[in-house]
């Protein structure tokens, strides 16, 4: 199936611990996104890569990490995990316009992955 | 930074009634303006999106609407029914450069919890 996929689907562990989550799309995008979702459902980009490259990143503390070995995956590391840490997390991905300077469109749309479950105890 | 307020935050309905929720946007250059459904435990998908250059869009009972100069955007369901429970979000995005890759980055409002009842 072509997917956006995340793992671990759950995660709980104890606070100052370190944990990583994957994420892998088969879509051929180019872009790949980390949202975080408090308990307030609230929604909000954390960081995003085009083609290998970090070209946002939000004001996130430096314990998150995002890899992106290549344009189909991105993993998101976190150190000395916090109770505030606990969330869901969604990967996303998208088709970025080419380079090549200003382009019509760009309004591709975003695939979610299933979200991570991170619960610190 | 693009800020965006969605209203309300919850919204009940009996089945078959219509259901708006409407979203404002502040940066006039956010240029596309998608609207996802995310059902319980699960991922939010999209439904709809316009663009900045349309003013009413329409997919069978859901329709987009955009006023560009008052910077609002709103989300009508018509006959609503109980599989249009969900928190539905809308979104701003704006078109940026970065090594000559244009991108966009969505901004989402903070959310609708809708509720159909039979």
């Known amino acids: 199936d072509t997917a956006v996929s995340q793992t671990p689907k759950y995660l709980v562990t104890q606070m100052g611990n370190d944990k990583s989550i994957k994420c892998e799309q088969n879509l051929g995008h180019d872009t790949m996104y980390w949202y975080k979702q408090d308990s307030k459902k609230f929604l909000k980009i954390m960081f995003s890569?085009?083609?290998?490259?970090?070209?946002i990143n939000e004001t996130v503390p430096n314990r998150f990490s995002p890899k992106s070995p290549d344009k189909a995956h991105l993993n998101l590391h976190i150190n000395s995990l916090e109770l505030g840490d606990s969330a869901v997390y969604f990967c996303a991905s998208s088709q970025a316009n080419g380079r090549g300077g200003l382009v019509s469109g760009g309004y591709n749309e975003q695939f979610f992955g299933p979200g991570t479950r991170l619960t610190v105890l | 930074g693009e800020n965006v307020e969605q209203h309300p935050s919850t919204l009940s309905v009996q089945e078959g009634d219509s259901a708006v929720i409407k979203c404002t946007y502040s940066?006039?250059?956010?240029?596309?303006f998608p609207w996802y459904k995310q059902e319980l435990g699960k991922r939010p998908q999209l439904i709809i999106d316009i663009r900045s250059n349309v003013g009413e869009k329409k997919d069978q009972r859901i329709a987009v609407t955009l006023n560009k100069t008052a910077k609002h955007f709103s989300l009508h369901i018509t006959e609503t029914q109980p599989e249009d429970s969900a928190v539905y979000f809308c979104a701003a995005r704006i078109r940026a450069n970065a090594g000559g890759t244009s991108y966009g980055k969505l901004t989402f409002g903070q959310g609708t919890i809708l509720t159909v009842h039979p």
């Open positions: 940066d006039s250059a956010s240029n596309y």
């Open positions: 890569y085009n083609n290998k490259e970090l070209i």
